[in-house]
């Protein structure tokens, strides 16, 4: 193999900006006017009004450094979205429908503070973080996306869950009109999943409203998605309309479409091969590499405890 | 006939060509998939379409048809073999650079533990001998017994479909494509195989009765 050294100073591909975000400049430039503008009426702007593509005000974070983000393009283009077609090019060519604003979300269950939430008053007075996440699916690949988002405990934090909560149980939006990979019944819509409630309130997981600095991209779950780094991407689910907080264990959807290849845990586990595939090694999205797959993805230090003394390989 | 046949070929290679450039140069997000699944569906497709031959032929009436049969089947045979190359050898063994004995092992858990591989490999195993078999003087030495070996071309299509449905996530859709086709070209022979008996049978009956064939 042919090792290069590259000097420090040296600009790569990787320095290079994206040519989309390039041509963007003056519409940027354009909507930062518009923006300024709008400063007297400040809710107007706020990321729960934001269109897809409109910058997002974050803060940047040690999540994810050294990791090279996958390109934009393969990121936008390259999605596992049922609700818009089971393609992977499906959701970026059929997601125009959905109209991500406005926006509520619905929180019942086992909580003080029931009650339908406008995503503006979710995002309100909530500081936006960028974390970079690499995205194992369950298929065999992997990329590495840039989220901006906040963590989910915040949110939980502010609902107020009884001690009765034990699960907290996520729903996707069920609009054929909108979502029109829904007109036929290739899972059980509405598109549920599921998590602990200490999973939930992991500092590592993430609600997200944009990625690479910017408002969501409708076939990336806009307006608002789960990311849960550790693991497998089915688990983040998006397009979130409802957050039910409940005593026991929900049946996500893929586990209700295939029990034995898809379980409720769906931590990333080298160990744990797919029936149908191994889930030893990963493919890179945009190169020809594989690389190992790691237990937990890369973050066994931090949640390791939450599964002790469980056995991984049947709770899959 | 000798420049049909060429053309044919060139046609024939036109998924090759695209798909390699496709991989090269498509920017695609995950090109060995993508070379993969290509290259799959283009060895169902070369199955189904040298299986459409007879029953186009019997529609038709075009018996000239029967001379490209040949071709059809070693490219259904050609894509099969780059089909799984891709994986096992362009993939592991060759970009990453995965070791002999590790790569020998790959392969065979595949093929030993993965149903849908299982049947899929069975398939190329099956192929194997009828391209062997493919040339005239192979045609010759094996006689009669050449046939009934070619009609376990049926049984790899329905390997082949079968294969496909296996391996697909959640939309069947595009499997059951294919498995209609199939049916369909099994029911075109089916159909003229039943009329030809029916035929003869009318015919026999027509003949005075010491010349009739016993039923």
Known sequence: MLIKSRQNNQLTENHVTDQGIYRQRRSFITSAAALAGMAAVPQLWLPGNAVAGARLAFKKTGYGQGLKPTSRKHITTYNNFYEFGTSKSAPAANAKSLKPRPWSVAVDGEVEKPGTYALEDILKNQSLEERIYRLRCVEGWSMVIPWVGFPLVDLIKRLKPTSKAKFVEFQTLHDPEQMPGQRRTVLAWPYTEGLRIDEAVHPLTLLAVGLYGEVLPNQNGAPLRLVVPWKYGFKNIKSIVRIRFVEKQPRSSWQAAAPHEYGFYANVNPQVDHPRWSQKTERVIGSFGRRKTELFNGFAEQVAGLYRGMDLKKNY | ?215
């Open chain 2, 1 to 215: 006939m000798a420049k049909r046949k060429v053309v044919l070929f060139l046609v024939c290679l036109i998924p090759f060509i695209h798909t390699g450039w496709q991989l090269l140069y498509g920017d695609k997000a995950d090109p060995l998939a993508y070379a993969t699944h290509a290259t799959g569906d283009w060895a169902l497709r070369f199955i189904l379409i040298t299986l459409a031959v007879t029953p186009l032929r019997l529609i038709t009436g075009m018996t000239q048809l029967v001379r490209y049969r040949r071709m059809l089947g070693l490219f259904a045979f050609f894509y099969v073999t780059v089909h799984f190359s891709v994986y096992w050898v362009l993939d592991l063994a060759i970009i990453n650079g995965v070791g002999f004995s590790e790569l020998l092992q790959y392969v065979t858990t595949d093929i030993f533990k993965r149903p849908y591989i299982t049947v899929g490999f069975s398939a190329f195993l099956l192929l194997l001998p009828l391209a062997l078999t493919s040339t005239n003087r192979m045609m010759k030495r094996l006689g009669k017994k050449w046939k009934p070996l070619h009609r376990t071309v049926y049984l790899i299509a329905v390997l082949g479909v079968v294969h496909y449905f296996w391996l697909v996530k959640k939309d069947l859709r595009e499997p059951l494509i294919y498995l209609s086709i199939l049916i369909a070209l099994f029911a075109v022979r089916l159909f003229y195989h039943y009329r030809k008996t029916l035929r003869r049978a009318a015919a026999n009956k027509s003949l005075p009765e010491a010349q009739r064939k016993p039923a």
